[in-house]
T-cell receptor
Framework: DGGITQSPKYLFRKEGQNVTLSCEQN?????MYWYRQDPGQGLRLIYY???????QKGDIAEGYSVSREKKESFPLTVTSAQKNPTAFYLC?????????FGSGTQLSVL | GQQVMQIPQYQHVQEGEDFTTYCNSS?????IQWYKQRPGGHPVFLIQ?????EVKKQKRLTFQFGEAKKNSSLHITATQTTDVGTYFC??????????FGKGTSLLVTP
């Protein structure tokens, strides 16, 4: 079954802790993305990667980091520098037209 | 990134009524996409519009791209409870990264 898998579905972060959200795709897409969704704010772009070993900052990259060591994987680390991390995080991959989204990770702060 | 403004933020209709959401940009767009997110779900691609003045239909949904390629609309005829969700427009000037509007949340009462 082709698609995008995000894990975990729910994640809790303690003060000062870094956490990593997983995103894996088997669609053979070159491009992958991370978006943050807050209620009433739509989707805001955090990072994107057009090809392995390359990625670019989006509009709200501060406090986040990514890696793209494999075509299938694009993990997002929410660092302790991100002071307001509570949000719904969506990973996506893309043909040159549409985005395919994973089912998301809800991150909350303890 | 490319800014798109979407109105209204919320819309509550009776089943059978029509619904329209609008997406506006201050600059010319190369294309525009529409996505639907059901409550608790992830965004799903509906359509892409590319040409000036383009009109596309999907059953009860009609999508339009303005002549100046600065605005777009999604119209649903005779809403059903299955239409409930948030509708997003998204645009990019070029390249891979899409910027999303804040979305219009549609509630349909039976």
């Amino acid at each position: 079954d082709g698609g995008i898998t995000q894990s975990p579905k729910y994640l809790f972060r303690k003060e000062g802790q870094n956490v990593t959200l997983s995103c894996e795709q088997n669609l053979n897409h070159d491009a992958m993305y991370w978006y943050r969704q807050d209620p009433g704010q739509g989707l805001r772009l955090i990072y994107y990667s057009q090809i392995v070993n390359d990625f670019q900052k989006g509009d709200i990259a501060e406090g986040y980091s990514v890696s793209r060591e494999k075509k299938e994987s694009f993990p997002l680390t929410v660092t302790s520098a991100q002071k307001n991390p509570t949000a719904f995080y969506l990973c996506a991959s893309s043909t040159r037209i549409e985005l395919f989204f994973g089912s998301g990770t809800q991150l909350s702060v303890l | 990134g490319q800014q798109v403004m979407q109105i209204p933020q919320y819309q509550h209709v009776q089943e059978g009524e029509d619904f329209t959401t609008y997406c506006n940009s201050s600059t010319t767009l190369s294309n525009i996409q529409w996505y639907k997110q059901r409550p608790g779900g992830h965004p799903v691609f509906l359509i892409q519009l590319v040409k000036s003045g383009e009109v596309k239909k999907q059953k009860r949904l009609t999508f339009q791209f303005g002549e100046a390629k600065k605005n777009s609309s999604l119209h649903i005829t005779a809403t059903q409870t299955t239409d409930v969700g948030t509708y997003f427009c998204a645009a990019s000037n070029s390249g891979y990264a899409l910027n999303f509007g804040k979305g219009t949340s549609l509630l349909v009462t039976p």
